[in-house]
């Protein structure tokens, strides 16, 4: 059965980075789903961040585009999303979570990690 | 953006009563592109119904699910204790390529 695990540092400054790291277990990530990472400020709804295929190819979502990035490590089967500049906007519970196949849906999902934007 | 909205925003109902969740897209979405999905307290969503209508693996058949085009709904047909949580409609918009959830109805206990 497939799990997801997110990790990374559960406060991040300012202007530095968020990195963080969602960890597949019980199959392969080289299988054929897309891979997306989304958050959840808290007290809030949910907002897809983007997303990523084995192969490489991304979608962000265009009111982020400019600030996130993901990346996929078929060796390590892993996949990772950066944040650049954060702010305390960026303050959420983040969630790696795949792509259901033949629909447009997220059948497995993480537990989540929380971070928050501090300094 | 396809935005979604939902209502109601609390659904207040004792055990047993019927609950039903409306989602309305500002514009037309492909039924294979909209999802629900259940979120309890410090847990993750949960995929409930996938393409407008089938129930995901595991998820019990008093749960329902039907709609087209712009209005969709979710009905549980008699809500168990442990149907208490947050409801969340979910859509998919190919150009660009973007997910986007409602804001959510929270199914509480009256």
């Known amino acids: 059965q497939v799990q997801l695990q997110e990790s990374g540092p559960g406060l991040v400054k300012p202007s530095g980075t968020l990195s963080l790291t969602c960890s597949v277990s019980g199959g392969s990530i080289s299988s054929n789903h897309w891979w997306s990472w989304i958050r959840q400020p808290p007290g809030q709804g949910l907002q897809w961040i983007g997303e990523?295929?084995?192969?490489?190819?991304?979608n962000y979502n265009p009111s982020l585009r400019s600030l996130v990035s993901i990346s996929i490590d078929n060796s390590k089967n892993q996949f990772s999303l950066k944040v650049n500049s954060p702010t305390a906007a960026d303050t959420a519970l983040y969630f790696c979570?795949?792509?259901?196949?033949?629909?447009?849906?997220?059948?497995?999902w993480g537990r989540g990690t929380m971070v928050t934007v501090s300094s | 953006d396809i935005a979604l909205t939902q209502s109601p925003g609390t659904l207040s109902l004792s055990p047993g009563e019927r609950a039903t969740l409306s989602c309305r897209a500002f514009?037309?979405?492909?039924?294979?592109?909209f999802a629900w999905y259940q979120q309890k307290p410090g847990q993750a969503p949960r995929l409930l119904i996938f393409g407008a209508s089938t129930r995901a693996a595991g998820i019990p058949d008093r749960f329902s699910a039907s709609g087209s085009g712009t209005d969709f709904s979710l009905t549980i047909s008699r809500v168990e204790p442990e149907d208490f949580a947050v409801y969340y409609c979910?859509?998919?918009?190919?150009?660009?390529?973007?997910?986007?959830f409602g804001q959510g109805t929270k199914l509480e206990i009256k």
């Open positions: 990523i295929f084995p192969d490489g190819r991304t």
């Open positions: 979570a795949r792509h259901l196949t033949g629909y447009d849906a997220f059948d497995i």
């Open positions: 514009q037309s979405v492909n039924s294979r592109s």
């Open positions: 979910q859509q998919y918009g190919s150009s660009p390529p973007l997910y986007t």
